[in-house]
């Protein structure tokens, strides 16, 4: 069974700055989709970001990077400039690529900007 | 493009009272479909999945059932509702042949009292 673990379960940020939201996984599949969702006040699940385990670079959307170390099963989430709208929940979740596409969700970080 | 609509939006029921929560999908066919619940301070526990009309697979043995009696609508029920029921329930869709990616409807705010 797959696990999700993110170890941070508050942070908070200046507004502009830079942050890094931590998650590690724990898998033997070779095969496998990383996701953040984010999850603001009004509860809707927001995808932030997809990773395919089988590709080696990090994917980008806009202000939002990950740094994905499969060896390490490590899959962080940096926020670049961040804005009074990133203020929510983030989680980190893991989809086996074949058979039941059953998401394994972290426990969440709940992210805090500051005016 | 794709829409995903929850009702209700928020629902308070008595304990031992039934339940039905409704989800539907717009602008796409044979999509895969979910129910996950999300209990207050946690994340997401799946609880049933379908991946075609009449076809219900179980994540965690409960109090609820689901159904799928057209395309692209999925219910979530229950005969008689249990405080542990309470929580914010969450229906999503993929793709069907793509299912990489799941993408949520608005949720459903339930408390039992």
């Known amino acids: 069974a797959q696990t999700v673990t993110q170890s941070q379960p508050e942070m908070s940020v200046q507004e502009a700055e830079t942050v890094t939201l931590s998650c590690t996984y724990d898998?033997?599949?070779?095969?496998?989709?990383l996701f953040w969702y984010k999850q603001p006040p009004s509860r809707q699940m927001i995808l932030v970001i997809r990773?395919?385990?089988?590709?080696?670079q990090n994917a980008t959307e806009n202000r939002f990077s990950v740094n994905f170390q499969k060896a390490a099963k490590s899959f962080s989430l940096k926020i670049s400039d961040s804005q009074l709208g990133d203020t929510a929940m983030y989680f980190c979740?893991?989809?086996?690529?074949?058979?039941?596409?059953?998401?394994?969700f972290g426990t969440g970080t709940r992210l805090t900007i500051i005016p | 493009s794709q829409t995903i609509h929850q009702w209700p939006a928020t629902l308070v029921q008595p304990v031992g009272s039934p339940l039905s929560l409704e989800c539907t999908v717009e602008?796409?066919?044979?999509?895969?479909l979910y129910w996950y619940r999300q209990a207050a301070g946690r994340g997401l526990q799946l609880l049933f999945y379908?991946?075609?009309?009449?076809?219900i697979s179980s994540e965690v043995p409960q109090n609820l059932s689901a159904s799928r009696p057209q395309d692209r609508q999925f219910i979530l029920s229950s005969k008689k509702l249990l405080l542990s029921d309470s929580g914010f329930y969450l229906c999503?869709?993929?793709?069907?042949?793509?299912?990489?990616?799941?993408?949520f409807g608005p949720g459903t705010r339930l408390t039992v009292l």
């Open positions: 898998t033997s599949e070779s095969n496998y989709y």
């Open positions: 602008g796409t066919s044979n999509p895969n």
């Open positions: 379908s991946v075609g009309i009449g076809q």
């Open positions: 979740a893991f989809m086996k690529t074949f058979g039941n596409e059953k998401l394994t």
């Open positions: 999503a869709w993929t793709p069907a042949g793509a299912p990489d990616t799941q993408y």
């Open positions: 990773q395919e385990a089988y590709k080696q």
